[in-house]
């Protein structure tokens, strides 16, 4: 895809980072977004990368390095992908799902995990084009 450029997020980027997460399902205004970069971008098994097309973030990709107990090696796990409405369908999540790949291959990571809602059918269908896997059901519990 021409002219896209990636880089880290930074606390000035809560606004659009925002706006994309809202896009995702996730109300959220700008000043809670400042909020928790500034908890995430602290955390070095943590890793935020916004995609700018056109002079704006289109889109961004954030996940975590971790340890298990099943295997040696470390793992990375999505925690969000997000593509501006305007420019999907152009090659840009791929993108950045390579760039995190990447990105936690370099930091040791031997495999890369992420979980979907079950009404994102689309969502699945892209991983499932870019060589991801169902291999199990996600649990979860409000505390």
């Known amino acids: 895809m021409d002219g896209v450029t990636f880089r880290p997020a930074a606390r000035a980027d809560a606004s659009a980072i ?13 000043a809670e977004m400042e ?9 070095p098994e943590y890793t935020i990368v916004v995609a700018e097309l056109a ?7 954030a996940a975590y390095l971790g340890h298990a107990l099943e295997f040696d090696s470390a793992y990375g796990q999505l ?26 291959r370099d930091r040791g990571a031997t495999i890369f995990v992420l979980t979907s809602g079950y009404r994102r059918a689309e969502a699945h269908k892209f991983y499932e084009h870019i060589g991801y896997r169902a291999t199990g059901v996600r649990f979860a519990k409000r505390l």
Request: net charge positive.
């Open 35 to 43: 909020q928790r970069l500034r908890r995430l971008l602290v955390q």
């Open 18 to 30: 925002a706006a994309l997460v809202t896009q995702l399902g996730y109300p959220t205004a700008p």
């Open 55 to 61: 002079g704006e973030i289109a889109g961004l990709a």
């Open 79 to 104: 925690t969000g992908l997000v593509v501006d409405e305007r420019w999907r369908g152009r090659g840009l999540g791929r993108l950045l799902m390579e760039r995190m790949e990447d990105a936690l």
